[in-house]
């Protein structure tokens, strides 16, 4: 596979280099809703992704209390084309507070059943093109989730499956009981969250002492890439720590005011260079924008305009970090 193809494309051909997350969708995070004015919102930030060339778009049955599946589904009504331009991923496994129990992860065969079943309803579809366990889940049985996975996949419901979250150790044990591969890891990654790089950088040194959580996920970055397992990444604008005109953490201010620079000089915009640094890695990450707003997601198109230098990469890393490497 040439290097500059995405390891997802294997499997789903049409996959773009950037991912649009539609956790954003849908209106607020309670039970009210969704109207015209979402739905219209929705339609704007779907157009300015597929004006970028972004054809993955990112859902989770928990993103506005379902709101936001169910505000895409308006969209697929809309425009019943867009359903075969895309590349439709959604989540499940994470079950908010209720009578049964409290803020919990729930990878039984039985609900993930039930979940895709909801969210196709909410999406209006026949099937998810990839769907991506949110959080592992201590209790999960490997088995359970191969029959739930084979029973969705035999339907046509499900086309392929992937994890969000999950170390390398939870990947591998997970795969052992599965017929089909897992395409995609879904992790929290950029320059705002170093954790998974620093695990491989600095996992034989003392400043791995100071990186609280990073050696948790020793060796998940070379285990996808070994397995062509799709990194995606998640918070990869860091909420725009980096790209905005000011920060609210002192600590950002170094990486912020070169982000600045390297746009300059590359004449694009501040996100762009953010995602380019993901972008960079030999990994072919592949980050999930999480703005809804559509000006700032047609700036981060421009991620597909420039390649960093090994110097620029290291700079911003070490930036970044607020420390040299050891």
Not at 79 to 108: M, N, T, W
């Amino acid at each position: 596979m040439s290097a500059n193809v995405l390891p997802l494309a294997k499997h789903l051909p049409s996959a773009s280099p950037l991912a649009f997350g539609c956790m954003g969708l849908g209106g607020s995070w309670n039970d009210t809703p969704w109207g015209p004015a979402d739905a219209d919102h929705a339609q704007a930030a779907v157009e300015a992704a597929l004006e970028i060339g972004v054809t993955v778009f990112d859902h989770a049955d928990i993103y506005t209390f379902g709101k936001a599946e169910s505000v895409f589904g308006e969209l697929f009504r809309r425009q019943p084309s867009l359903r075969d331009r895309i590349v439709l991923q959604s989540k499940c496994g994470i079950r908010f507070e209720d009578a049964h129990g409290p803020k919990r992860y729930d990878l039984s065969g039985a609900y993930i059943l039930d979940a895709v079943e909801a969210s196709l309803r909410r999406l209006g579809t026949e099937r998810l093109d990839l769907l991506l366990l949110h959080r592992p889940d201590p209790l999960m049985e490997p088995d359970e989730i191969a029959e739930a996975f084979s029973k969705l996949h035999t339907q046509g419901k499900v086309t392929h499956f992937g994890v969000s979250n999950m170390n390398a150790g939870q990947i591998a044990w997970l795969s052992r009981s599965l017929d089909q591969p897992l395409v995609a890891n879904q992790l929290e990654l950029g320059l705002g969250h170093l954790e998974p790089i620093e695990a491989g950088t600095c996992f034989n040194d003392r400043q791995a002492a100071a990186l609280p959580g990073a050696l948790a996920w020793g060796g998940t970055m070379e285990h996808c890439q070994a397995n062509g397992i799709q990194l995606q990444a998640w918070s990869s604008l860091a909420r725009g720590r980096f790209t905005g005109d000011t920060t609210v953490d002192p600590r950002d201010e170094p990486a912020r005011v070169l982000v600045h620079r390297l746009a300059q000089e590359h004449g694009v915009s501040p996100e762009g260079i953010v995602l380019a640094w993901l972008m960079r890695h030999p990994a072919r990450i592949q980050p999930v924008l999480g703005t809804s707003q559509p000006a700032r997601i047609r700036a981060c198109g421009d991620a597909l305009k420039v390649r960093l230098s090994r110097g620029e990469w290291y700079a911003l890393y070490e930036a970044a970090r607020g420390t040299a490497l050891p």
